[in-house]
């Protein structure tokens, strides 16, 4: 019996974010593992010349191709921008190497910091419900990209699981999802209750505060959270589609001066 195909049709695509691209990396890959079907997807590429260039060299094509957890495994060895880790001791320091080698000048301490607290948090809490119906190898998976545009002078790193999203692990109903988020980001809170925890929403937000031109930005089941520094007031959205899981961005400003406190 033969199986189906999902056919993926980016010929008319015009351009893609960061924050998208990992957003479809993680769905792509975890229904090819989940299935078990490594062609489970067939990919037409985008019809424009720029596009479809950047669509390859970016890593975002080969990512996507037929594979499952050998497929994801082998982009750690090819130091692929798109990278799906399942163990903080084994892929945090080739992850700061990378933004190091992309940056060429090393990984700013506070971006260390934050993104380690980010996997320790998907590796703790994420996926805390087995019931989440997630196949074993996709349980205390994140999906990353880091990307450096030359042009703009701009460095983006996303990160994403798709365990149960922020809003889901508070009991607050009454608030929206981008409310919650906002909430679970405010120094002390846990969604555990226990008092001495909730420090790590802070290192997250660090490494965005030095400049007003660099951003943080987490998006959580309908929920969107935009914060620039403790000076400026966050920005808040609703979505009008969830995202199952939670996706975490910082963009960082180059040229911002941030690189005089690098170390």
Not at 57 to 78: H, Q, T
Not at 91 to 106: A, E, F, Q, W
Not at 179 to 187: D, P, T
Not at 189 to 195: I, L, Q
């Amino acid at each position: 019996m033969s199986q189906e195909i999902i056919i993926l049709d980016f010929s008319s695509l015009e351009e893609i974010s960061a924050a998208g691209a990992v957003a479809l990396f993680a769905r792509v890959t975890s229904a090819q593992i989940s299935s078990g079907n490594d062609q489970l997807f067939q990919i037409i590429q985008p019809k424009k010349h720029n596009v479809r260039k950047q669509f390859r060299g970016s890593g975002l094509f080969n990512a996507l191709r037929p594979g499952g957890r050998r497929k994801l495994d082998k982009l750690w060895d090819e130091k692929s921008k798109f990278l799906s880790g399942y163990d903080q001791e084994k892929h945090l320091d080739p992850t700061l190497d990378l933004i190091g080698d992309t940056l060429d000048d090393g990984t700013p301490n506070h971006l260390k910091e934050a993104i380690n607290e980010a996997i320790l948090n998907i590796q703790q809490h994420a996926y805390r419900d087995p019931a989440n119906g997630l196949s074993s190898g996709l349980r205390r998976r994140w999906w990353q990209y880091c990307y450096l545009d030359r042009d703009s002078n701009r460095f983006i790193f996303v990160i994403s699981d798709l365990g149960q999203s922020i809003p889901s692990s508070f009991s607050q109903s009454h608030r929206s999802h981008e409310e919650l988020i906002a909430h679970a980001m405010k120094k002390g809170v846990s969604s555990t209750g226990d008092p001495w925890r909730g420090k790590g929403s802070q290192n997250i937000k660090d490494p965005v505060e030095l400049e007003v031109s660099d951003k943080l930005i987490v998006i959580s089941g309908n929920g969107l959270y935009v914060y620039n520094s403790s000076n400026i007031k966050e920005e808040l959205a609703g979505l009008s589609y969830p995202y199952y899981g939670t996706l975490i961005a910082w963009s960082f400003d180059l040229l911002g001066g941030k690189n005089d406190n690098r170390n």
